[in-house]
């Protein structure tokens, strides 16, 4: 069974950094892209992130670029995202998941940034 | 980026009666290796969301057959057949073909 746990959410202050990592089991890690997706409260569903298989390409949303850095472990299973320079519009509901077509998700976990 | 656009943005619609969602994108979804990565999500109140369709028209292990979806290029839809009360909360399309990957803004289903 696929299994995706995110952990590292929780409430900061503007400006502060915050590591968010999801531990993933149930298949083949190091096959698959894996991805960050976040819900602001209220609102849709924005794409922030993916890394490749080998954790050499990456890609990011504009609205994160050069702030966050996205990175894996293939040996442990984990995919982290750093996120540095944080905003009050960074907050949200971060959810990891796998390959670049989202066919699982985690519970995900709340970064709240506070001004 | 791809710009993803939805409607209706919500639906009220009677147990058991046929629902329907539109997604249109600013771009061909067509990839060069013959594949249209359009994709399907349900998100149920205070849960994550799930994948509903691949591909455009491929279900999911264990999606029931009631949801169907179709299209080419940039327009796209999802449909429910009969809807039954599991089916409410907010459906997104979201583009895999091109990146940034780009959700639609959800449209929400409620029963009437």
């Known amino acids: 069974e696929v299994q995706l746990l995110e952990s590292g959410g929780g409430f900061i202050q503007w400006g502060d950094s915050l590591r968010l990592s999801c531990a993933a089991s149930?298949?083949?890690?190091?096959?698959?892209?894996m991805s960050w997706v976040r819900q602001a409260p209220g609102k849709g569903l924005e794409w922030v992130s993916a890394?490749?298989?080998?954790?050499?390409?990456?890609y990011y949303a504009d609205s994160v670029k050069g702030r966050f850095t996205i990175s894996r472990d293939n040996f442990k299973g984990t995919v982290d995202l750093q996120m540095d320079s944080l905003r009050v519009e960074d907050t949200a509901i971060y959810y990891c998941?796998?390959?670049?077509?989202?066919?699982?998700w985690g519970q995900g976990t709340l970064v709240n940034v506070s001004s | 980026d791809v710009v993803m656009t939805q409607s209706p943005l919500s639906l009220s619609v009677t147990l058991g009666q046929p629902a329907s969602i539109s997604c249109r994108s600013s771009q061909s979804l067509a990839y060069s290796d013959g594949n249209t990565y359009l994709n399907w999500f349900h998100q149920r109140p205070g849960q994550s969301p799930r994948r509903l369709i691949y591909k455009v028209s491929n279900r999911d292990s264990g999606v029931p057959d009631r949801f169907s979806g179709s299209g080419s290029g940039t327009d796209f839809t999802l449909k429910i057949s009969r809807v039954e009360a599991e089916d409410v909360g907010v459906y997104y399309c979201?583009?895999?073909?091109?990146?940034?990957?780009?959700f639609g803004q959800g449209t929400k289903v409620e029963i009437k």
């Open positions: 149930g298949f083949t890690f190091s096959n698959y892209v």
């Open positions: 979201m583009q895999g073909t091109h990146w940034p990957r780009t």
């Open positions: 890394i490749g298989r080998n954790g050499v390409t990456t």
């Open positions: 998941a796998k390959a670049q077509d989202l066919d699982y």
